[in-house]
Structure formats: C-alpha cells, structure tokens
C-alpha cells in the first residue's frame, strides 16, 4: 500500500505556467524573467510574449530620453557654462545672454548686436549733442538690449512713435541715474 502512493516534489507544468503568468502579469519583471528560465514553453511562445513587451519598454525608454533632452538641453546647457565662464561668473547676466545669442524681450526681429557702424554712428551724434560719452553709450546699449535692429531702424526715422520712443525714454532716465 505504501508503494502505490508516490509523493514528488516538482511542481507541475501547469502549475508552473499558471505562476508565470500572474506573474507577468502583476511582478512583470519578475514573472519575463520566470517565463524564460522555469516553465518549459516553446521558444516561439516566450519570443511571441517578449517581443511586444520589449518593443513598448524601448519606446518608453525613448519617450524618456527625448524629455529630457527637450527639457535639459544638454548642448545648450554646455553653452551657458562656457558663457558663464568666459564672463567671469553669474552675476553679469548681459555677458551671458550676449555670448549665448539671448537678450532681452523684445517681439519682433533679432536682438543682440548691431553692426559696429551703427553705434559708432550712435554714440558719435550723441556725445557731439550731449557731451557725455558714457550716458551715450549706456543709452546705446540699453537701446540694443531691447529692440531689434529693425526696431530701431524704423524708429530712428520717427523718434517719439511706439516701442522705440518708450524704450529710448527708459534707456533716458535709466542711464541719467547710472551715469552723472
């Protein structure tokens, strides 16, 4: 009697496959790793099963990657540094946003530096009216700071009208204060 009765200590395929599956199900990582090393399944099956799974994980890991150089800018970031350096630290901003090609917030045009002629021109006229050299180069390069060239090409042709006038007015009393 005792012979009839065997007891084994292997777990049974179907066993097998039912535990891989919940976990796949619910460990995932857990239960890909199980499918390919426990049950005995054919190679198609576990290949049928891995390949979709895998192709979502690349395409999440892709998703990832493409956030993060949307939202870090490596190669920007990398710029600001050398900027930052070559200015001899963060505290002068204007040096900064210069080297990096950003400056001021300004709507339309490119802002940024104007041709050499154009504020030789503009300091030379204005030293020749006021006399002081250093108010017109603050105000020459408040004005450059905040409007486009083209900004400042329509505005020079009409002095008291829209951005232009508002902005060499501020560029007037910021640069009475800074220089006397």
Do not use: H
């Amino acid at each position: 009697m005792a012979d009839s009765i065997q007891t084994t200590n292997e777990t049974s395929e179907d066993t097998k496959t039912i535990i891989t599956v919940l976990l796949l199900i619910f460990l995932f990582p857990v239960g890909f790793i199980v499918m390919w090393f426990w049950p005995k399944w054919k190679t198609w099956v576990k290949l049928l099963i891995s390949f979709p799974l895998l192709l979502i994980l690349l395409v999440f890991i892709g998703l990832l990657m493409a956030g993060f150089f949307v939202a870090f800018n490596p190669s920007q970031a990398f710029k600001k540094g050398q900027c930052t350096t070559q200015c001899g630290g963060v505290k002068d901003l204007v040096c900064i946003n210069d080297c990096m090609g950003t400056t001021s917030n300004s709507t339309t045009g490119v802002l940024g530096k104007y041709p050499a002629e154009v504020r030789t021109s503009f300091i030379e006229s204005c030293a020749k009216t006021s006399g002081q050299q250093k108010y017109c180069e603050c105000t020459y390069n408040y004005i450059e700071k905040n409007l486009s060239l083209e900004e400042f090409s329509k505005g020079a042709s009409n002095p008291n009208s829209g951005e232009f006038g508002k902005v060499v007015q501020e560029a007037i009393t910021s640069c009475a204060k800074t220089v006397k």
